[in-house]
């Protein structure tokens, strides 16, 4: 039995089970570090004899570096009280388990792969693009962190303001791809929620457009088995053969590789966990963190 | 002992040796696969007793899947005779030694790893500019190569046409990041060789902002400690300072690390291998070949 908790900056899902079938699960509200790790801790207390690890998927910006002194901290988040906070430290010392950790994104991809839209694949790309725009990257079977971890969302993609006037809604950037394409974008640009875009509205192909080019940077970069697409603005289903259609335009049959010329539909994904994404997540940091090979 | 072949488009270099000090090497013009692989094997021949392995690092597109019975080969080059061609199934034949097989960037990028710029580093980008724009990645200590392997120097990147109404040169996507500010672009642009743009010339501030681009999305998505540019146009040494500051510029603080706030000139450092990049590549793919852990 393994424990999970996917740490947002609204609430956290605490869980306990060993998969999707058995999930056993509560919901906390995010309030001060010391009030909702303590409400956390109450959660797994009862079970602690039966959990061989928990794992954490945690928003962020987090600190990823094994050899550093705030490893498992929550570091640099504007989110009030929660900055620096040892948030990896405080569960293993409290419920002493062995602690897995990583960004929510990252445990996002790690659930797919486990019980998801990625399973067997040692490289692939997942994506969320909802509140923000955030990516997962699996190279050679394992989480790709490098100096600090990937911030996806924020790279510069081609912005004609002639087609769309709009500035974006990044705070850093302006109109990075998570400034333009990000569901906060979407509504400031159109009024309209994401879910809430009528078919044949052009923010539809503006939106497939944007994400397009995002892809095809991935693609050109990482060189993905498949890309796995979650989050809330991807619930608009209409985006899904735009996207494709657009990553193939954009490619241009330059890569060559029949899983991207012959068979987009198997490339390009949604994500299969929806909601439960981050706290599966968690689960399979868990096991991880145990040592458990799957 | 070990031998190494940079496999180009216009020669291979051949070489035998242990490391940067004490390397023999030979040059063959690249003709016919067949005269031009015969010629390679007669250097190595007389040599064969000594050899442990030999490492390729050869022109592409190659096919790097293990499982593939195509593995070894270059395949869908434009170069006349030279597609599907098994170069590193015919080495290993010819001369009975294990080979390693990687694409010119990533064994330029070992080579880095192993004698030059990025040395104890488990996660940087290798970059090239010149002819082409090409990047290697090493990620958890390992060349990522995913479903084919990258071809960074393809991805999109924001184009002011008021500013450059250049229309690139990629004959597959126009003005991608390699359309833009490969060598053969800055030519075609200004009429001048990249190394022959006078100090101040505008086109110097252009191919940095255009790099930097490109720079802050790799930084984004792979997160390295580190990113070594080579190739010939970075050989105009104003190129250096600019293409930090506009990094900085782009990055504007959003990723918190001292490695680039506080130390960028350590963070976008020059090659140190320069033209034998791709020939010590060889070598440390052909050490990896052999088990030699490094």
């Known amino acids: 039995m393994f424990g999970a908790i996917e740490a947002g900056g609204t ?7 060993t998969g999707p079938e058995d999930l056993e699960t509560v919901e906390i509200p995010t309030t001060t570090p010391s009030a909702t790790l303590d409400a956390a801790i109450a959660f797994f207390q009862p079970r602690r004899a039966e959990l061989t690890a928990i794992g954490i998927a945690s928003f962020g910006p987090v600190d990823l570096n094994p050899e550093s002194w705030t490893y498992g901290y929550i570091t640099s988040t504007p989110k009030a009280g929660w900055r620096n906070c040892d948030i990896a430290g405080v569960v293993r010392k409290s419920l002493d388990v062995p602690v897995g950790f990583d960004t929510d994104v990252n445990g996002a991809a790690l659930g797919e ?3 998801g839209a990625a399973q067997g694949l040692s490289d692939f790309l997942y994506l969320t693009v909802g509140t923000g725009i955030g990516g997962g990257a699996i190279v050679n079977g394992r989480v790709l962190h490098g100096l600090v971890h990937p911030e996806m969302g924020h790279i510069r993609v081609p912005h004609d303001r002639q087609r769309d006037p709009f500035d974006g809604v990044c705070p850093f950037h302006g109109d990075c791809l998570e400034g333009l394409a990000c569901g906060p974008a979407i509504e400031a640009r159109w009024g309209l929620a994401p879910r809430d875009l009528p078919s044949s509205h052009p923010g539809i192909a503006l939106e497939a457009e944007y994400l397009a080019y995002g892809l095809a940077a991935w693609v050109c970069t990482l060189s993905p088995q498949r890309i796995v697409l979650g989050g809330g603005v991807m619930k608009q289903a209409e985006l899904f053969p735009l996207l494709r259609e657009r990553l193939i335009g954009l490619l241009n049959n330059y890569v060559q590789a029949r899983e991207i010329t012959d068979c987009i539909d ?22 991880e963190a145990a040592g458990v090979s799957v």
């Open 11 to 17: 609430k956290f899902i605490c869980a306990v089970g």
């Open 113 to 115: 792969a486990r019980w």
């Open 266 to 287: 198997r490339y390009v994904v949604p994500a299969l966990l929806g909601g439960r994404a981050g706290v599966l997540g968690g689960l399979a940091l868990a096991e």
